[in-house]
């Protein structure tokens, strides 16, 4: 099955730097990575999300990259507020069976 | 409007009792899934409908029993409650076979499910 790996658990950013998470996954069939925020209390909200025949995406303040070779695909945040605080989750959904796979999470912190 | 609705949004019940969780989407979606998300955070797939179908059973108790009576609804019934399964469920929706493929998913805004 697939193996998906976050990193890190936890970063603390100041009010206006960049936030970079990292994941990688193991199954080479995997063709759909998208990451999602969830806010406390609160379902997981896509935001972002890559296909592997792409290698990067852009939203405002927010991006993905993908390195298919490498297995690895990155979120970015650039000026990061404190309204972006919040837990993030990458996931790869498995092609052969549709099955989408959790990292285990990034609590953001931002610092006023 | 809801695009993809749970109701209950808070459960707490004894152990031993049996219980259900409903799921609705008006997103026209042929895929439903359930996920669970422990006290740590980490959220795991359960069960995945395609049409009605069941087409991911991952290795859960057969105390947890998925129902899909059409494709706009998944509901979720456990039977004899333990303390372990005390958890957010996450209902979710995504459309995958027919159609416009996104794949993009949509989750529910999950049921706290407490066992005393």
């Known amino acids: 099955g697939e193996n998906v790996e976050q990193h890190p658990s936890t970063l603390s950013v100041q009010e206006g730097d960049s936030a970079v998470i990292k994941c990688t996954y193991s199954d080479s069939a995997s063709n759909y990575f998208p990451w999602y925020k969830q806010e406390l209390g609160k379902r997981p909200q896509l935001i972002i999300d890559?296909?592997?025949?792409?290698g990067e995406k852009k939203d405002q303040r927010i991006a993905v990259t993908l390195n298919k070779t490498a297995k690895h695909f990155s979120l970015h945040i650039t000026e990061t507020q404190p309204e972006d605080s919040a837990v993030y989750f990458c996931?790869?959904?498995?092609?052969?069976?549709?099955?989408?796979?959790f990292g285990s999470g990034t609590k953001l912190n931002v610092k006023p | 409007d809801t695009a993809v609705s749970q109701t209950p949004k808070y459960l707490v019940t004894q152990m031993g009792n049996d219980k259900s969780i409903k799921c609705e989407q008006n997103l026209g979606h042929d895929t439903m899934y359930w996920y669970k998300q422990d006290s740590k955070k980490f959220l795991k797939i359960m069960f995945s409908?395609?049409?009605?179908?069941?087409?991911i059973n991952e290795t859960v108790p057969n105390r947890f029993s998925p129902k899909s009576p059409d494709k706009a609804h998944l509901n979720l019934h456990i039977n004899s409650l333990e303390l372990g399964d005390s958890a957010v469920y996450f209902c979710a929706s995504s459309q995958v076979t027919s159609g416009r493929r996104s794949y993009e998913q949509y989750f529910g805004p999950g049921t706290r499910l407490t066992v005393t």
């Open positions: 890559i296909r592997s025949n792409v």
């Open positions: 996931a790869a959904r498995q092609n052969n069976f549709n099955k989408f796979y």
């Open positions: 409908y395609n049409n009605k179908e069941l087409i």
